[in-house]
């Protein structure tokens, strides 16, 4: 099982759009996954085709309730895909949690229940570093940093990764950063310059790039992923491939993980 992250401190460079799709392509492929809305806007869970106000018991409630177990808020969606929604409570998380205990850990230990039953978790955080980033980080292996290939997005990259680093000295964990580039438009010279750029920062830790499309915004709109909108379009083949990409380089790891722990079991 995985559990990633899909952050940028900086709005607008897909967070949400790639979590919806990457969620939605995972469990065309016969994956169970668990989508997450860490972000007080909810723009996850109005994608998914919810009413955030209409929703009784959301991810903030698992965070603050101690009673409340992970169960109790996920809500199914389709086959092989279920969520835990968010809506405008979880704004005043930050406050609420200030001086709490283990307030950095909370979703972690909630997740631990339902981990099992899940092949991916995907975690949409908020375009900040606040306390539902840090939950995010200190519960997950992987993060997925949507860039998008416009002038100096890799400015807000270097600040995020700090704050990850600083999470995994603090916690002593163990979380891989992975870059996915968004909003690539290839006729660009200037957009193929700042993919460079990308590619050779995280190295071999790159996805193929996303592709620019309106059709992602129609999908939004409608309450759908955009591989249920129009599976023709370049946005869905980009997000049918980045699954793809997922599941061979992460299952390929998990593969390897637990031949180690055979190794070492019977060594």
Known sequence: MNIISIANQKGGTGKTTTCTNLAAGLAHFKRKVL????????????????????????????????????????????????????????????????????????????LKDVSNHYDYILIDCPPALSFSTINAF??????????????????????????????????????????????????????????????????????SPIHKNVRCIDASIAGVPVIEMDRACSASIDYLRLAKEVIREFEKEETRRAIRKEFNQND
């Not at 994608?47 to 409340?68: A, K, Q, R, W």
């Open 35 to 110: 989508a997450i809305d860490l972000d007080s806007q909810a723009n996850l869970t109005s994608h998914f085709g919810l009413v955030p106000f209409d929703i009784e018991l959301t991810v903030y409630d698992l965070i603050m309730n101690s009673n409340i177990e992970a169960q109790s808020v996920i809500r199914p969606l389709k086959k092989n895909l279920d969520l835990i929604p968010s809506n405008l409570n979880l704004a005043s998380l930050d406050i609420e949690l200030a001086g709490a205990v283990n307030r950095d850990q909370r979703l972690r230990r909630k």
């Open 138 to 207: 200190t519960a997950c292996d992987v993060l997925m940093v949507c860039v998008q290939t416009h002038m100096f997005s890799l400015t807000a990259v270097e600040k995020l990764l700090q704050t990850v680093n600083e999470v995994i000295d603090q916690y002593d964990l163990s979380i891989a950063a992975y870059a996915l580039p968004t909003m690539y438009e290839k006729q660009s010279n200037a957009h193929k310059s700042i993919l460079k750029k990308i590619t050779e920062y995280f190295g071999p830790l790159t996805f």
